[in-house]
């Protein structure tokens, strides 16, 4: 089993840019796929970016392309989600997970979560 950690999570205004961190520890990193999902009250959690075991292919949400990237340090076991250009509809808890199977975008598909951190964009 693994477990994930995030952190980088906080209050920033619209058009800002924040970097979450996802610390992975308890088997080898490289073995998962990476993904940063999220949830907003009242709605459901969704899908953010996906990256590679090797980090050589990455996939996105098509609301989040082209402000949001994911990465990631595989000697450091970690996964970044470095966000830009922030609106208030990103407002949510993100979470990062791991996948043993090869699927990016469904929740279902990730075996392992950490236990969220909040991001707050006002307006």
């Known amino acids: 089993q693994v477990q994930l950690v995030e952190s980088g999570g906080g209050l920033v205004q619209a058009g800002g840019s924040l970097r979450l961190s996802c610390a992975a520890s308890?088997?080898?990193?490289?073995?998962?796929?990476m993904g940063w999902f999220r949830q907003a009250p009242g709605k459901e959690r969704e899908f953010v970016a996906a990256i590679s075991r090797s980090g050589g292919s990455t996939s996105y949400a098509d609301s989040v392309k082209g402000r949001l990237t994911i990465s990631r340090d595989n000697d450091k076991n970690t996964v970044y989600l470095q966000m830009n250009s922030l609106k208030p509809e990103d407002t949510a808890v993100y979470y990062c997970?791991?996948?043993?199977?090869?699927?990016?975008?469904?929740?279902?598909?990730?075996?392992?979560w950490g236990p969220g951190t909040q991001v707050t964009v006002s307006s």
């Open positions: 308890g088997r080898t990193f490289i073995m998962y796929r």
């Open positions: 997970a791991a996948s043993t199977g090869n699927s990016g975008r469904a929740a279902r598909a990730y075996d392992y």
